[in-house]
């Protein structure tokens, strides 16, 4: 375990990659296929270290996701441990943020699992992550295109658009001369002076009248129920024979001749008794009297009519009312559920689109793999609703028979069988209710001593502390031998400064006092002996600098001779320490084996 680490330590300093186990590299494989799949094209990289894809993947999944989540994330490639850490902790916060559904993760386990030892916790959260993405670009995806959609129809144009522009005028032209060749033209008029007895007819007899006068033939009544094709045709050619009659009645409005009284009498109702009755007082009044009369009673009469006819219409019109809204309410339903289905469909296209354009031989697998779990998604979503489909079913059929024993208890009363039954039920839900205070107070005591284990650290977080602690003592180490440097560079040129200077005094001492130091003999010898003794001063200081040089050397020297048997003890160590794991390994293999011999023989 300790060679591992240190294989780890050293290629951290030097920006390799790592080597993992079995289970811990088809972990890692799986964090790199769905961020690939999510979008994360990054991760194809392969001059990237594993920190550097998965957690840059997980930076870009939080980001992608559009959380409102005031956390920055500020990833760099080749970090050092503390803005490793810093980053991990920036991904703690924004799934606490984000309300994240599982176990949450630790920072460590983020900066140090990415190495080696944690694919398997941070797999859940890459998973669930990589699915916040999906979703937020489906959500969002249909309302970008139809921005982008109106911006594009703000400034440009279709060349169908353009085409059918141009022809929407010159269709327009013709649709014009069209209704002006072919609008309707009367053919006759009515009479300039009214008769009063020729304003009561029926809606049906006015809409004849008007076609007649356009040109138009009357309608043949439907006959009701099944007649012979002899009534038919006498029907039809009395219909015919009165529009013939009509027409040579009645004049051209080019001529400027009225329609005849005796031709328009052919539209009045067959029942004359109420005609009859209108005037059957007239010979004993005057002209004016005889005219209030008929027309206070003709006014009667026709606000009966429209009274009548307003109620129906009125009656009719509240059922057409609530069939209107019935129809217009499914009617809006269905254009819901139409525009729904189209939206779900396009999107299931544009997806598929998006897939197929994605698809290259590097991605076949992965596409084809996420096609298989669509499919077993499908698969999965149909057996449900037919199990819940089947559930429910047998939960009707349990119900019914429970209300048929029911009743047939109540109708039989309860019997001693069924009060044995009960006390006996009693009794056993008093136990159960014992068994489960017993397991409360039992699981309470597990729960306390699972708190006291926790506690205590794992192996694996040991060597995580260790991995940690060890990275943390290397980075003091080279910051202390930096600083030691620093120092010792100010020292000597300290030193230097000091020599220089002191030898400038001396040059300068020369130079002011030779002139007046060769006037005399005395003053000649005085400086040369004071020549002598600094000559002497700085071979003492020279001596004295060598000899510290030497001492230092001579450290040096058995400082690496104690460093190389210091590395051939550490070789040593994590050569014993791997062998000592691999026995352990062969160990538990070995236990494992025997305990299952054991079991087998008893």
Not at 117 to 122: E, G, L, R, T, Y
């Amino acid at each position: 375990m300790f060679s591992g680490e240190s294989s780890v330590n050293a290629r951290d300093r030097t920006g390799g990659d790592y080597s993992l186990d079995e289970d811990q590299e088809k972990e890692y494989d799986k964090i790199i296929e769905y961020l690939i799949v999510g979008g994360y094209f990054r991760a194809r990289i392969q001059t990237l270290s594993r920190f550097d894809k998965v957690v840059g993947g997980m930076a870009w999944c939080i980001t992608a996701s559009n959380e409102d989540l005031d956390v920055d994330i500020f990833f760099q490639e080749d970090a050092s441990i503390g803005q490793r850490l810093k980053i991990a902790e920036g991904i703690v916060r924004a799934l606490q943020r984000m309300k994240y559904p599982y176990t949450m993760l630790e920072p460590n386990q983020i900066q140090g699992g990415s190495n080696t030892q944690d694919f398997k916790a941070i797999f859940p959260v890459v998973q669930w992550l990589v699915k916040k993405v999906i979703e937020t670009r489906k959500e969002f995806g249909d309302l970008m295109r139809q921005f982008t959609e109106s911006q594009f129809a703000k400034t440009h144009i279709l060349p169908e658009e353009a085409q059918f522009e141009q022809k929407k005028e010159k269709i327009e032209d013709f649709y014009d001369q069209v209704a002006d060749r072919y609008k309707p033209e009367r053919k006759f008029k009515r009479p300039g002076r009214r008769v009063p007895y020729l304003n009561r007819r029926t809606n049906t007899e006015n809409i004849q009248l008007t076609l007649v006068e356009y040109g138009a033939a009357v309608s043949i009544p439907t006959l009701s129920g099944k007649q012979d094709d002899k009534k038919m045709q006498e029907l039809e050619e009395a219909m015919k024979l009165q529009n013939a009659n009509l027409r040579k009645n009645m004049a051209s409005v080019s001529s400027g001749k009225d329609v005849s009284t005796g031709a328009l009498e052919q539209f009045l109702p067959q029942n004359i008794d109420e005609f009859d009755l209108m005037y059957q007082d007239r010979s004993e009044l005057d002209p004016i009297q005889a005219q209030k009369v008929y027309g206070m009673r003709l006014h009667e009469q026709n606000v009966n009519n429209l009274e009548k006819q307003i109620g129906n219409l009125r009656k009719e019109m509240q059922s057409l009312e609530v069939v209107y809204n019935e129809m217009d309410q499914k009617l809006e339903e269905a254009r819901a559920s139409h525009a729904a289905k189209l939206a779900y469909n396009q999107r299931i296209i544009s997806e598929i689109e998006k897939l197929d354009a994605m698809e290259t031989p590097e991605n076949t697998k992965v596409l084809q793999l996420l096609k298989n779990l669509v499919q077993l998604n499908e698969d999965l979503r149909s057996q449900e609703s037919k199990f819940k489909a089947n559930c429910k079913r047998q939960l009707a059929d349990l119900k019914g028979r429970i209300a048929q024993l029911e009743n047939e208890n109540s109708a039989s009363g309860r019997s001693e069988e069924d009060q044995r039954i009960e006390a006996t039920f009693q009794d056993y839900s008093n136990r159960l209710a014992q068994f489960k205070q017993l397991a409360s107070h039992k699981n309470r005591e597990i729960a306390s001593l699972e708190r006291q284990l926790d506690e205590v650290p794992s192996r694996i977080e040991l060597s995580q502390y260790q991995r940690q602690f060890v990275e943390l003592y290397e980075q003091m180490a080279s910051k202390e031998t930096e600083t030691r440097q620093y120092f010792n560079t100010y020292n000597t040129s300290d030193k230097t400064k000091s020599f220089l200077q002191s030898e400038l005094g001396i040059l300068n001492s020369i130079h002011d006092n030779y002139t007046a130091a060769m006037a005399s003999k005395s003053t000649r010898d005085q400086l040369v002996s004071q020549m002598v003794e600094k000559v002497k001063s700085v071979a003492q200081n020279l001596e004295k600098t060598e000899a510290l040089l030497t001492a230092a050397r001579d450290e040096k020297a058995k400082l690496t001779e104690s460093h190389n048997q210091l590395i051939e003890k550490e070789r040593l160590y994590y050569k014993n320490t791997k062998e000592f794991l691999e026995e352990c390994k062969k160990n538990e293999m070995l236990t494992n084996k025997l305990s299952q011999q054991q079991a087998a023989f008893q």
